[in-house]
């Protein structure tokens, strides 16, 4: 029975993959009927290479998969496209749906995030929480330093005000009391005159 199976190749620890057909009874590195593409789980991004065509030809002729190559032609639109001809689609039909299949996925990827950069965007946003909490506590800060100087600016002016205010009363008494000294002594000469008179 004819499988379509990845081939190990690549060194020690940092391993790429042919995906190929080949006998079932065949060594997993051995003998191959035909190589269908590549397979690099090492890269970033992942390298998936197939050869479409090929793959749906001994898919129709029978050929199995292994789970992992079922996986990465699920994966890349392989089934969805042997699907597509099974229902009659034209070919331009098939390469329409097949891209927006491709785009919809890329675009649903994009927005899934590993634990890892979940991990990054929350403490992310907590520090963002946090300088804004720290902002804000600065900004009353400085709102209750400038009341406080604010008030303290129109006590020192009610206090000026009032001085002022103390001073011109003290003033307007002693300039009073001269006038009325005057006022007293005239009188007292008024009197001692009077009194000499008598």
Do not use: C
């Amino acid at each position: 029975m004819v499988r379509i199976r990845l081939q190990r190749h690549g060194r020690k620890k940092s391993p790429y993959y042919h995906i190929v057909a080949a006998d079932s009874r065949k060594k997993r590195d051995g003998r191959i009927i035909e190589d269908l593409g590549r397979y690099n789980p090492v890269s970033n991004p992942v390298l998936v290479q197939v050869n479409t065509e090929r793959v749906i030809y001994w898919l129709k002729t029978g050929a199995k998969p292994s789970e992992t190559v079922e996986r990465i032609l699920r994966k890349e639109g392989v089934y969805y496209r042997l699907h597509l001809e099974r229902w009659k689609k034209t070919p331009e039909e098939i390469e329409a749906t097949i891209s927006a299949w491709k785009q919809d996925r890329n675009d649903s990827t994009d927005k899934v995030l590993t634990a890892v950069e979940a991990k990054k965007a929350a403490l992310k946003a907590e520090e963002e929480a946090f300088k804004k909490e720290e902002q804000k506590r600065a900004e009353e800060a400085a709102k209750k330093a400038e009341a406080e100087k604010a008030a303290k600016e129109k006590a020192a002016a009610e206090a000026k005000a009032a001085a002022e205010a103390k001073a011109e009363a003290e003033a307007a008494t002693e300039a009073e009391a001269p006038a009325e000294e005057k006022a007293e002594e005239a009188n007292s000469a008024t009197e001692t005159a009077e009194e000499k008179k008598d």
